[in-house]
């Protein structure tokens, strides 16, 4: 059964980098032919696609977060990453880890993890 | 500001029927499949549509969806209170090479 499971510092400085895990189970992030992907969503609000990847290939960037944001794949720890510099207030959120339900598809995320909350505070 | 417009909130009573909207354009919607999700406070959005009408395995069939040119609509039929929750629709914007959502509808029964 797949499964995702995303890490991170829960709290990050402004100005700062900020830096996600999402560790997958149950499948080869290498292998597979899905695109892995990262959403945030901000509190109270609504979802915000990041951007996706898929293994061996370019990655897909939400136009208004390209400049900052960093989306890689580890396949030695088949593990999700994503770093986000110069961080401010508006980037609190929870941020979640999903994969879509069809390869080659960026979006129709049927796999979630459970999100981890990180919050920009000096 | 989102891509896809949905209407804030809606209500119906419980055994009702409700219908979400959601409004694009020819780059997103008007190009590419939509899905919807569900998402339960605190909890990780859930896929209920997908490829405009499809169901994932588990999800009732009182939910349905559909789609016409650059708009498309989330019916729920046979409302419960369980039901109550924010959905959000989600497409690809072919233009952006982006994936777009709408802001989200909270439903009330």
């Known amino acids: 059964q797949l499964q995702l499971q995303e890490s991170g510092p829960g709290l990050v400085k402004p100005s700062e980098t900020l830096s996600l895990t999402c560790t997958v189970s149950?499948?080869?992030?290498?292998?597979?032919?899905?695109?892995w992907g990262w959403t945030r969503q901000s509190p109270g609000k609504g979802l915000e696609w990041i951007a996706s990847?898929?293994?061996?290939?370019?990655?897909y960037y939400n136009p208004s977060l390209k400049s900052r944001a960093t989306i890689s794949v580890d396949t030695s720890k088949n593990q999700l990453s994503l770093k986000l510099n110069s961080v401010t207030v508006a980037d609190t959120a929870v941020y979640y880890c999903?994969?879509?339900?069809?390869?080659?598809?960026?979006?129709?995320?049927?796999?979630w993890g459970q999100g981890t909350m990180v919050t920009v505070s000096s | 500001q989102s891509v896809l417009t949905q209407p804030p909130s809606v209500s119906a009573a419980p055994g009702q029927k409700v219908t979400i909207s959601c409004s694009g354009s020819?780059?997103?919607?008007?190009?590419?499949?939509v899905s919807w999700y569900q998402q339960l406070p605190g909890t990780a959005p859930k896929l209920f549509i997908y490829?405009?009408?499809n169901r994932p395995s588990g999800i009732p069939d009182r939910f349905s969806g559909s789609k016409s040119d650059t708009s498309a609509t989330l019916d729920i039929t046979g409302l419960q209170t369980g039901d109550e929750a924010d959905y959000y629709c989600?497409?690809?914007?072919?233009?952006?090479?982006?994936?777009?959502f709408g802001g989200g509808t909270k439903l009330t029964v």
């Open positions: 990847i898929r293994y061996g290939e370019d990655a």
């Open positions: 149950g499948d080869s992030i290498s292998s597979s032919s899905y695109f």
């Open positions: 989600g497409t690809w914007d072919s233009s952006l090479s982006a994936v777009v």
């Open positions: 020819s780059s997103n919607i008007g190009k590419n499949y």
């Open positions: 490829d405009n009408n």
């Open positions: 999903a994969r879509p339900c069809r390869g080659g598809r960026h979006d129709a995320f049927d796999i």
